[in-house]
């Protein structure tokens, strides 16, 4: 009986050290649908990592995606991981309670990440880190260089030369610029992308103190100088829409396109035959620093009531990595936010250069916290000031006195 007890047991431990071990399958969501087949790599590399995790991808369309992705959270039915918006769009959803609290000791890696980078993932209430930052994005001006070298133009130093460089093209019978202002979020990249420099550094910072508003004689200037620049716009811009103005520019009927630089993959995609260049829309001066806009873009974040919350930390853990954050900025052609990361690609290299002299992309850095929205308000009264139904300095008085609904500083 002893001898069939322990011929018994042993048989069945050799049963249970045969069973594979049970998967921790990980639902991962983000609004990346164009990333997927990137992302699905990514996600090969890390279950090749970690056996026994397997990570389930599903991409949902972007404007749509925090409706979506709350209401799942608040049904018991969200995902495992996530991609997380990032300053607003995050604590719509954080402030919540579904979001997964971080910090370095979860996650090491997060200890060398930058302070504007851990910022936008962070709630401003608790000060409280749900997100892994995952890219910056940075708003400037990309240029056909065959269309200048064969117009014999330079990259501009002032506003000028900006012009100049407009006139050659238009001269030549091209477009100077491919945007358009259909597309509502397109008015507020080319603020940023044209207006930063005549903005300056001081300009933000006076705001950011307090001490101005966007009445202020510079803000006004820069808006000033887009009106100006919008005369080099394709005719009838104002009902261009977006995948139109990115057509007219990719297939070489436009020399620039003022707008982000999550662009040159995608015109880098739709013609690869297209040589790029990027610079700083100038200010006045060559004496005047070109500045670019730059934000951080999204961030990776864990669902609090994830079943497999030691899973879900070893994959955010993964996307802190620099390993992961190389082969980002490698396949999907961005600035992963990630310390240490080179950028092989030397356009990418060159927009990385470039953000060395920044100011933040103003309204949805900081001006996405209440209602009206900023964003809203600056893509509205921008097709005005493009309708020429409204000045540079009513646009400047109208962003005040609707902030100030809810920004305190603003509060007469």
Same mark, same amino acid.
């Given at each position: 009986?002893?001898?069939?007890?322990? !011929?018994?047991?042993?048989?069945?431990?050799?049963?249970?050290?045969?069973?594979?071990?049970?998967?921790?399958?990980?639902?991962?969501?983000?609004?990346?649908?164009?990333? !997927?087949?990137?992302?699905?790599?990514?996600?090969?590399?890390?279950?090749?990592?970690?056996?026994?995790?397997? $990570?389930?991808?599903?991409?949902?369309?972007?404007?749509?995606?925090?409706?979506?992705?709350?209401?799942?959270l608040?049904?018991?039915?969200?995902?495992?991981?996530?991609?997380?918006?990032?300053?607003?769009?995050?604590?719509?959803?954080?402030?919540?309670?579904?979001?997964?609290?971080?910090?370095?000791t =979860?996650?090491p890696?997060?200890?060398?990440?930058?302070?504007?980078?851990?910022?936008?993932?962070?709630? !401003?209430?608790?000060k409280?880190?749900?997100?892994?930052?995952?890219?910056?994005?940075?708003?400037?001006?990309?240029?056909?260089?065959?269309?200048?070298?064969?117009?014999?133009?330079?990259?501009?130093?002032?506003?000028?030369?900006?012009?100049?460089?407009?006139?050659?093209?238009?001269?030549?019978?091209?477009?100077?610029?491919?945007?358009?202002? /259909?597309?509502?979020?397109?008015?507020?990249?080319?603020?940023?992308?044209?207006?930063?420099s005549?903005?300056?550094?001081?300009?933000?910072e006076?705001?950011?103190?307090?001490k101005?508003?966007?009445?202020?004689?510079?803000?006004?200037?820069?808006?000033?100088?887009?009106?100006?620049?919008?005369?080099?716009?394709?005719?009838?811009?104002?009902?261009?829409?977006?995948?139109?103005?990115?057509?007219?520019f990719?297939?070489?009927?436009?020399?620039?396109?003022?707008?982000?630089?999550?662009?040159?993959?995608?015109?880098?995609?739709?013609?690869?035959?297209? =040589?790029?260049?990027?610079?700083?829309?100038?200010?006045?001066?060559?004496?005047?620093?070109?500045?670019?806009?730059?934000?951080?873009?999204?961030?990776?974040?864990?669902?609090?009531?994830?079943?497999?919350?030691?899973?879900?930390?070893?994959?955010?853990?993964? $996307?802190?990595?620099?390993?992961?954050?190389?082969?980002?900025?490698?396949?999907?052609?961005?600035?992963?936010?990630?310390?240490?990361?080179?950028?092989?690609?030397?356009?990418?290299?060159?927009?990385?250069?470039?953000?060395?002299?920044?100011?933040?992309?103003?309204?949805?850095?900081?001006f !996405?916290?209440? &209602?009206?929205?900023?964003?809203?308000?600056?893509?509205? &009264?921008?097709?005005?000031?493009?309708?020429?139904?409204?000045?540079?300095?009513?646009?400047?008085?109208?962003?005040?006195?609707?902030? /100030?609904?809810?920004?305190?500083?603003f =509060?007469?």
């Amino acid at each position: 009986m002893r001898k069939t007890f322990i !011929r018994t047991t042993a048989a069945l431990g050799a049963l249970l050290m045969a069973l594979p071990v049970m998967a921790q399958e990980l639902t991962f969501w983000s609004w990346r649908q164009e990333d !997927r087949a990137q992302y699905e790599k990514f996600i090969d590399a890390f279950e090749a990592q970690n056996p026994g995790i397997t $990570v389930k991808f599903e991409a949902f369309e972007a404007a749509n995606y925090n409706t979506i992705l709350s209401t799942a959270l608040a049904g018991g039915t969200g995902p495992d991981l996530f991609m997380s918006r990032a300053y607003g769009g995050l604590e719509t959803v954080a402030s919540a309670g579904h979001l997964m609290p971080l910090d370095s000791t =979860k996650i090491p890696a997060l200890a060398d990440f930058t302070p504007a980078a851990l910022n936008a993932q962070t709630m !401003r209430s608790d000060k409280t880190l749900y997100g892994v930052p995952f890219a910056s994005q940075t708003m400037l001006v990309i240029y056909n260089k065959d269309l200048f070298d064969k117009n014999g133009i330079a990259e501009p130093k002032t506003f000028d030369e900006l012009k100049a460089a407009a006139e050659k093209l238009k001269a030549a019978g091209l477009m100077p610029f491919a945007n358009g202002t /259909a597309t509502a979020w397109q008015n507020e990249t080319i603020v940023s992308a044209l207006g930063s420099s005549f903005m300056g550094k001081s300009f933000y910072e006076d705001l950011m103190a307090g001490k101005a508003d966007f009445t202020d004689p510079r803000y006004v200037e820069a808006l000033t100088k887009l009106k100006e620049i919008s005369a080099y716009f394709p005719d009838g811009f104002i009902g261009l829409d977006y995948a139109s103005s990115q057509q007219l520019f990719t297939s070489g009927m436009a020399g620039m396109f003022a707008g982000g630089s999550f662009e040159l993959a995608n015109f880098a995609k739709q013609n690869p035959d297209l =040589k790029l260049g990027v610079f700083a829309a100038p200010g006045k001066s060559e004496e005047d620093e070109a500045l670019v806009g730059l934000f951080i873009d999204g961030g990776y974040a864990a669902n609090a009531k994830t079943k497999h919350p030691e899973a879900a930390l070893k994959f955010l853990n993964y $996307v802190a990595s620099k390993d992961f954050g190389q082969a980002f900025a490698n396949g999907l052609r961005n600035i992963s936010t990630v310390p240490g990361v080179t950028f092989e690609d030397p356009l990418l290299a060159e927009v990385a250069e470039l953000n060395k002299n920044a100011i933040p992309y103003i309204m949805l850095v900081h001006f !996405r916290f209440g &209602e009206p929205s900023g964003s809203v308000l600056l893509q509205g &009264e921008v097709q005005k000031l493009m309708a020429d139904k409204a000045t540079p300095a009513e646009v400047g008085t109208a962003l005040t006195t609707g902030l /100030a609904n809810w920004y305190a500083p603003f =509060k007469k």
